[in-house]
């Protein structure tokens, strides 16, 4: 899969995840090499192979950041109706997970397009409590740096893709 020429799919393919499972899996590795994987329901992907996540609830990510910037996201869809269809046919018609490789940034304010953004993708829950609860202060971005995706291989299922 190719990061730029491939890149729209991405995005696409990211919004969908998120629809299905309203966040992807960041992993890193801490100090003593040891995995730790965080959820994020707040990763958006820019145009230009970057994209941002809201950071105020992650306690492992800065702590793993001191020792690498590398980080892995992993973005699966998983709408039943995807699923059924392609092991109905044989083969999926999309891509069923995308992992994304970079590095991590620094801890940022988010400007305001970026609280817009978020707004606007939380705009179903704005009145329920656990919106405010959840979503009601981030202050701060960290970015990403993306420099590889990589497509999930199921075998025959993804053969054509």
């Known amino acids: 899969m190719h990061l730029i020429q491939d890149w729209p799919k991405i995005k696409r393919h990211f919004s969908l995840s998120f629809r299905s499972n309203f966040h992807v899996s ?14 994020i329901g707040s990763l958006f992907l820019n145009d230009n192979q970057t994209g941002f996540y809201f950071e105020k609830y992650p306690v492992s990510i800065p702590e793993a950041l001191r020792h690498s910037p590398s980080v892995c996201i992993l973005a699966v869809r998983s709408q039943r109706w995807f699923w059924l269809k392609a092991l109905f046919k044989g083969s999926f018609s999309e891509y069923p997970g995308i992992r994304l490789y970079g590095e ?39 970015e990403i740096r993306f420099t590889r995706a990589e497509k999930i291989n199921l075998g025959k299922m993804t053969s054509r893709l």
């Open 104 to 142: 991590l940034g620094e801890k940022r304010p988010a400007t305001p397009e970026e609280t817009n953004r978020l707004r606007h993708r939380m705009r179903v829950t704005r009145g329920l409590r656990g919106n405010t609860y959840l979503w009601g202060n981030m202050p701060y971005v960290r």
């Open 26 to 39: 960041l992993a890193m590795v801490d100090q003593d090499n040891h995995p730790v994987v965080t959820p």
